[in-house]
C-alpha cells in the first residue's frame, strides 16, 4: 500500500526549529520528486519547497530561504524538511506529496499525506 506519512509537527516558540519527517512505504522514495506543503489557518495551502529525485531542492516561498532545509535519507525511505529561526507565521499544517515522476519542475502530486501540525506561538 503506497503511502506517506508526515511527523515531527508540535508547538514551538517562535526562534525554534522543527524537523518534519514524510516517510514513505510501498514505493521507493528517491525514484520520485516530493514536495512539501502547508496550510496556514485560513488561507489556501502553498507549495513551500521540492526535492527532486536527483537530491536538488527548491523553495518556492521567500519567506522560507535561508530558513527551511528539505533533505532525504534514502535508506530510510524518508525525506525531510528542516525549519529554522521559525516565525508565528509559519504556523499552519504541513502536508508532503510525491510527484509521478522525478522532476519538481514537471507533472504534478499523485499521493499526499495526512498532514502534521506546526504551531509557532510565546
Known amino acids: 500500500q503506497l503511502q506517506l506519512v508526515e511527523s515531527g509537527g508540535g508547538l514551538v516558540q517562535p526562534g525554534g526549529s522543527l524537523r518534519l519527517s514524510c516517510a514513505a512505504s510501498?514505493?521507493?522514495?528517491?525514484?520520485?520528486?516530493i514536495g512539501w506543503f502547508r496550510q496556514a489557518p485560513g488561507k489556501e495551502r502553498e507549495a513551500i519547497s521540492c526535492?527532486?529525485?536527483?537530491?536538488?531542492?527548491?523553495n518556492f516561498v521567500d519567506s522560507v530561504k535561508g530558513r527551511f532545509i528539505v533533505s532525504r535519507d534514502n535508506a530510510k525511505n524518508t525525506v525531510y524538511l528542516q525549519m529554522n529561526t521559525l516565525k508565528p507565521e509559519d504556523t499552519g499544517v504541513y502536508y508532503c506529496?510525491?510527484?509521478?515522476?522525478?522532476?519538481?519542475?514537471?507533472?504534478?502530486?499523485?499521493?499526499w499525506g495526512q498532514g502534521t501540525h506546526v504551531t509557532v506561538s510565546s
Open positions: 506529496a510525491r510527484k509521478g515522476g522525478g522532476s519538481c519542475l514537471l507533472g504534478s502530486y499523485n499521493y
Open positions: 510501498g514505493f521507493t522514495l528517491n525514484d520520485y520528486a
Open positions: 526535492i527532486n529525485s536527483s537530491g536538488g531542492s527548491i
